[in-house]
């Protein structure tokens, strides 16, 4: 009995010691974009309302202002045509207007209309 409690003793100091490394590496890269950031948000339409446009670039320096963006939009090719990949076909032409921090930017479109979900290339 005795080896079971010590046994359980030192499995919540692992764990607690793992989670106070996690939090201090956390806590370190919070002035980073995490992963999910800069990987699969980083050329997406995030927020679309009325005439305002708002687009994740992912980090400082991917758009200027005055810069002119294709936007895409993928569509899975069904299985029994091409092996079922997705195919993406343009249907916007974007401004960036404004950046709003290292992250975002607002767009104008310029031609055609974008959706949430859509693919900016930058």
Same mark, same amino acid.
Do not use: W
């Given at each position: 009995?005795?080896?079971?409690?010590?046994?359980?003793?030192?499995?919540?100091?692992?764990?607690?010691?793992?989670?106070?490394?996690?939090?201090?590496?956390?806590?370190?890269?919070?002035?980073?974009?995490?992963?999910?950031?800069?990987?699969?948000?980083?050329?997406? !339409?995030? #927020?679309?309302?009325?005439?305002?446009?708002?687009?994740?670039?992912?980090?400082? =320096? *991917? &758009?200027? @202002? /005055? $810069?002119?963006?294709?936007?895409?939009?993928?569509?899975?090719?069904?299985?029994?045509?091409?092996?079922?990949?997705?195919?993406?076909?343009?249907?916007?032409?974007?401004? !960036?207007? #404004?950046?709003?921090?290292?992250?975002?930017?607002?767009?104008?479109?310029?031609? =055609? *209309? &974008?959706? @949430? /979900? $859509?693919?900016?290339?930058?």
């Amino acid at each position: 009995m005795v080896m079971k409690v010590a046994g359980r003793a030192r499995y919540r100091m692992a764990l607690g010691a793992g989670l106070l490394v996690l939090t201090v590496a956390g806590a370190a890269n919070a002035a980073q974009p995490s992963l999910y950031h800069r990987v699969l948000m980083r050329g997406q !339409v995030v #927020e679309q309302i009325a005439d305002r446009t708002l687009i994740c670039i992912g980090n400082e =320096g *991917a &758009a200027q @202002v /005055g $810069d002119e963006l294709t936007i895409l939009r993928h569509k899975r090719v069904p299985l029994n045509s091409r092996g079922g990949k997705r195919r993406a076909r343009q249907v916007a032409t974007a401004r !960036v207007a #404004e950046l709003s921090d290292s992250h975002y930017a607002r767009v104008e479109i310029i031609q =055609g *209309a &974008a959706r @949430v /979900g $859509d693919r900016i290339r930058l």
